[in-house]
């Protein structure tokens, strides 16, 4: 007499989590030297040094109000620096009033998606896409429609996009720097998705709105950046976590923004508030937002995976492994050099590599591997990459 | 195109948030010492001292390791500790299998009522209950059905919950010590419920379960004690929050456990886990966890609280009004001398005495002080009591 989707959703050890397993117990084995773990997406460099300081500064405060509760929406504090911090780089002025802080980007993007779904809703989800977005719209009752993926460019395949755009059609979740891909979409093809989705939205008679999901947002290499989108298309909500840039996934804090120039900002704005709280938002942890208030000038240390990511991409690439050059977030796709990603993964597993098929994003074919692990391993997994280029018959320079 | 339930809910301003700006306001009219704020459920007790010591000790951890993920249930250190806390109290041993942390108990609880929210499901509530449990079923689509109110010692009305359970009754929600009644359930009612629930549950054919939030817990007086439920009705799941008893509501933690003995445990606790990740749940924040890890023996300094409690009983009761004795929490019922619990407020509300009436907590006819506010205030207040007492034409002592 439980929900079974639940059910099959709690027994269902992540993919990520069994490889993880399997590594540990691996290394007792052939010894932890001799694993080579690509399997997760934890920040691998320290929150920054003044994380830790602010923290102790703020312990100072008055435990009551330090650790009382905050409105839903977060501490005039924290509300009003973020604000600031977004008005940097919007055209329109961000209000404290337009951030509503959540227990980072889940959440955020749970509660928009349950304030958008409306009878027979549906949300178009572009592949590859973060694996855990059909889990966040099996609770709303919703459906999820999938964009197939571009895998040459890993932008947009909009003609495949907008077929699949009907008059059910309440938003289109896009996260760029993308996870599992590491691409950043152009600003042509948020202009251009952009374009079709307020042609389309006329059509239909109702906005489309874009949930942006932004936790890798200042993780660009390359001098790439991604744009701010509401200055491209004012449909768009965005979702941030402080978990990447601040290295702190653990501590749960982000927002939704939903800026003034949204089409029916306000009733969204509350209908997010109330999705928060039926879904048991009380409010994001009161200390972590005063943190980030005073942390928002703060860029990760993107040194390593900037290193990591040019080595791997250039040493697998030499192997004649066809490899996504990441642009942004710590990840690199892999593609399987017979088209099977998990008979890829099993093979690179046999040889203590632990890579993720992105079957469950949307991307079969191909296997992601993250770039946050210390460099010192990857050197140390070349031998075994080469040997698995071997077993496909890669040659390689 | 939002979600219409949601919306509602994200304008209505809580009549508790309502008075609080009444107050900040009326507060520059007539002076912050001639306002009386009775209606804010906040901590009025600093956190203990070793809370802020054992962040300043945990800051000195591995920062990746401190701030990271840990598993979507808690980290190893803290489900063990929990577990282990739980076990002095519990007839069967809990694991710390048992335990899943939440950002708190609201999350908690609407967890546990998506996880059972099958089709048709239906939650009893037994008023006077939590003020949010309507909003929690709303985002489960399950139906919520309230037990009238026992208006005299504010126990559970059996002939009414009976007369309510029907094959589609999932769960019995209860809250004891009890907000807004300050009632803690006997060890008596609670065995009764029991019955009732086994008896029932063998004749529709599913376990009945007990959901007990139980954030006040450990906040009960003149030596009361609120029993471990599972050691009386063994499907009970337990929903907890360290909000109170250490005083860090903002924080946002809590866990639900999911004991042995209770009926398909491990298919409900995955369900749980389940319903958890797709509403958005990914970890409880982890320096919280670690935290209250090693902060399991603390129990709060309830002086504050009990001096409280007993100086507003005493002297309303002194002025004729019938107060409701709190046992536990940090609340007590005060009955509206003509039955109107609305018009008690507002006629209050002119004395610059701010008290919620529980029309909302399924108790009309009453209306919520919260006893966590100063000695001082209370005191200061008397006055104003008494001319609302003689509004009334009551007679005092």
Redesign the interface.
């Known amino acids: 007499?439980?929900?079974e989707?639940?059910?099959?959703?709690?027994?269902a050890k992540s993919r990520i989590?069994e490889l993880f397993e399997y590594g540990m117990a691996q290394a007792k084995v052939v010894g932890k030297e001799n694993v080579f773990d690509f399997s997760i997406g934890?920040?691998?460099?320290?929150?920054p040094e003044k994380?830790?300081e602010v923290?102790?500064e703020l312990?100072e405060m008055?435990?009551?109000a330090?650790?009382?509760?905050?409105?839903a929406g977060g501490c005039a504090e924290a509300r009003e620096a973020i604000a600031a911090d977004l008005s940097r780089r919007a055209k329109d002025q961000i209000r404290p009033e337009n951030i509503f802080f959540?227990?980072?980007a889940?959440?955020?993007?749970?509660?928009c998606m349950?304030?958008?779904?409306?009878e027979n809703a549906e949300f178009l989800l572009i592949a590859p896409y973060f694996s855990?977005y059909p889990?966040?719209c099996?609770?709303t009752?919703a459906k999820c429609v999938v964009v197939p993926p571009d895998t040459e460019n890993f932008q947009i395949r909009f003609d495949e996009l907008e077929k699949r755009i009907n008059r059910n059609t309440?938003a289109v979740i896009i996260n760029s720097p993308n996870n599992p891909s590491g691409v950043i979409y152009f600003e042509e093809t948020l202009r251009k998705l952009g374009e079709i989705l307020t042609r389309k939205g006329e059509e239909i008679g109702?906005?489309i709105y874009v949930l942006s999901d932004e936790p890798y947002r200042e993780l660009t290499y390359d001098g790439l950046d991604f744009p701010y989108v509401p200055n491209i298309y004012p449909n768009t909500v965005i979702c941030y976590s402080y978990s990447k840039i601040?290295?702190?996934?653990?501590?749960?804090i982000g927002y939704v923004c939903v800026p003034d120039q949204c089409a029916?900002s306000e009733?969204?704005?509350?209908?997010?508030?109330?999705?928060a709280?039926?879904?048991?938002?009380?409010?994001?942890?009161?200390?972590?937002q005063r943190v980030v208030a005073r942390c928002t000038e703060l860029r990760p240390d993107l040194e390593t995976y900037d290193h990591n990511r040019v080595t791997l991409y250039t040493e697998l690439t030499k192997m004649g492994f066809r490899c996504v050059k990441p642009q942004g977030a710590f990840y690199m796709m892999v593609e399987a050099p017979d088209g099977n990603s998990e008979g890829f993964s099993d093979r690179a597993k046999a040889l203590n590599i632990l890579t993720v098929p992105c079957d469950g994003f949307g991307c079969p074919g191909f296997s992601r591997f993250s770039t946050c692990v210390s460099p010192a391993m990857i050197q140390r997994s070349l031998p075994a990459f080469r040997k698995l280029a071997e077993s496909y018959g890669l040659k390689g320079e």
């Open positions: 007499m439980v929900v989707k639940y059910h099959k959703m709690g027994v989590r934890n920040p691998s460099v320290p929150a994380v830790a923290v102790k312990l008055d435990p009551i330090l650790h009382g509760y905050t409105p959540t227990c980072g889940a959440p955020a993007m749970t509660a349950h304030a958008l779904a409306v855990e889990a966040y099996a609770s009752g309440q109702h906005p601040l290295s702190m996934p653990g501590e749960r029916d009733a969204l704005y509350a209908a997010i508030a109330g999705a709280r039926a879904i048991g938002h009380v409010c994001a942890p009161s200390l972590w």
